[in-house]
């Protein structure tokens, strides 16, 4: 099942915060991020294996939850390139099922 | 990381022909592959399963007859949309699963069918 993520768009000024959610029904086996930008390859952000576990680099840090089945992730004053669409991508251990997508928008 | 090269990156096609659409991973040897479609302003949509020397396996709703996979190699997945009509027009999107780590994409396939 496609987890959901939430919320659907965020229009942000450089410099200010965003969250963004994902929910899945059941317990993954992993979660990954992705930002893809219009007609390209989503590119990586990073993956959480464990249930708790918190990482992160630069301005863009994630957390998972103990049951894994919530995932969040954490953009910090950000940038124009931050603009896109990100997702999460759910994995079972068999395959790759990503989120519903949240557009992001940075302005000036 | 992995390399996936995939190719054409656009193409445009008349309703009712076929259009191959070829996934290679370059530095390493793929025993399964993803392929994904994606409607603007849509996520990304898992279509299939590559395997290796087997079948491929459909996720429920994708016609197997019309996305038809092959994966005939441990370097080369195929995917090929017979009869194309307008509404198959997307972007077809291949990837790699190594276990506990990122998914690494192919460069993407915009068909316009016209």
């Known amino acids: 099942q496609q987890p959901v993520q939430s919320p659907q768009a965020v229009i942000l000024r450089e410099g200010e915060d965003a969250v963004i959610n994902c929910s899945s029904s059941?317990?993954?086996?992993?979660v990954h991020w992705y930002r893809q930008k219009h007609g390209e390859a989503p590119v990586f952000l990073m993956i959480?294996?464990?249930?708790?576990e918190q990482k992160g680099h630069d301005k863009i840090s994630a957390s998972f939850n103990e049951k894994k089945q919530q995932s969040s992730l954490y953009l910090t004053a950000s940038q124009l390139s931050y603009s896109g669409t990100y997702f999460c991508?759910?994995?079972?251990?068999?395959?790759?099922?990503f989120g519903t997508g949240t557009r992001l928008q940075v302005f000036p | 990381g992995a390399v996936v090269s995939q190719h054409p990156s656009w193409v445009i096609c008349k309703s009712g022909t076929s259009v191959k659409i070829e996934c290679r991973s370059l530095?390493?040897?793929?025993?399964?592959m993803f392929w994904y479609r994606q409607f603007p302003k849509q996520s990304l949509m898992l279509m299939a399963t590559?395997?290796?020397?087997?079948?491929?396996?459909?996720e429920q709703g994708v016609e197997k007859d019309k996305f038809l996979i092959n994966h005939a190699s441990l370097t080369l997945s195929t995917l090929t949309v017979t009869s194309a009509h307008p509404e198959d027009s997307s972007f077809y999107i291949c990837?790699?699963?190594?276990?506990?780590?990122?998914?690494?994409f192919g460069q993407g396939t915009r068909l316009t069918v016209v």
């Open positions: 990837s790699a699963l190594p276990r506990n780590t990122e998914a690494f």
């Open positions: 059941k317990a993954l086996y992993s």
């Open positions: 959480l294996l464990k249930g708790g």
């Open positions: 991508g759910a994995d079972n251990t068999d395959k790759l099922i």
């Open positions: 530095d390493f040897q793929a025993t399964t």
């Open positions: 590559s395997n290796e020397g087997s079948k491929a396996t459909y």
